[in-house]
């Protein structure tokens, strides 16, 4: 069964940087065939979609909160996914979630605004890793 860990998180001043990365919890398993998203969540907030890229790397999407200043990336030969955020905001503050996703395209154009209760139904989640955005 595949679990994914995030790393990365932690505090960091407004128009800071920080990067996240999600790989497989076990050597043996790879994120290679998977669509990989990032999604957050704040206390008393749905969880949301923050970015997200096919297996291959030739489709990513990104929120409109965080178009330009957020890059979605992966490296197959580590089996690694990463989220470089770049000049960060206090309402980016939340914990991030890596998830993969092996079943279908929830991430091209509209679909991934869309596809929330696909990625919690059929995806592989991590458990987190807190943002914090404060001066």
């Known amino acids: 069964q595949l679990n994914v860990v995030e790393t990365g998180g932690g505090l960091v001043q407004p128009g800071g940087s920080l990067r996240l990365s999600c790989t497989a919890s076990?050597?043996?398993?790879?994120?290679?065939?998977?669509?990989i998203g990032w999604f957050r969540q704040v206390p008393g907030k749905e969880r949301e979609g923050v970015s997200c890229?096919?297996?291959?790397?030739?489709?990513?999407n990104y929120a409109d909160s965080v178009k330009g200043r957020f890059i979605i990336s992966r490296d197959n030969a580590k089996n690694e996914v990463y989220l470089q955020m770049n000049r960060l905001e206090v309402e980016d503050t939340a914990v991030y979630y890596c998830?993969?996703?092996?079943?279908?395209?929830?991430?091209?154009?509209?679909?991934?605004?869309?596809?929330?209760?696909?990625?919690?139904?059929?995806?592989?989640w991590g458990q987190g890793t807190q943002v914090t955005v404060s001066s």
């Open positions: 998830v993969a996703e092996g079943y279908a395209d929830y991430c091209s154009g509209s679909v991934f605004k869309a596809s929330l209760t696909s990625w919690l139904d059929l995806g592989a």
């Open positions: 076990a050597s043996t398993l790879t994120l290679n065939r998977y669509f």
């Open positions: 890229i096919s297996a291959s790397g030739d489709i990513t």
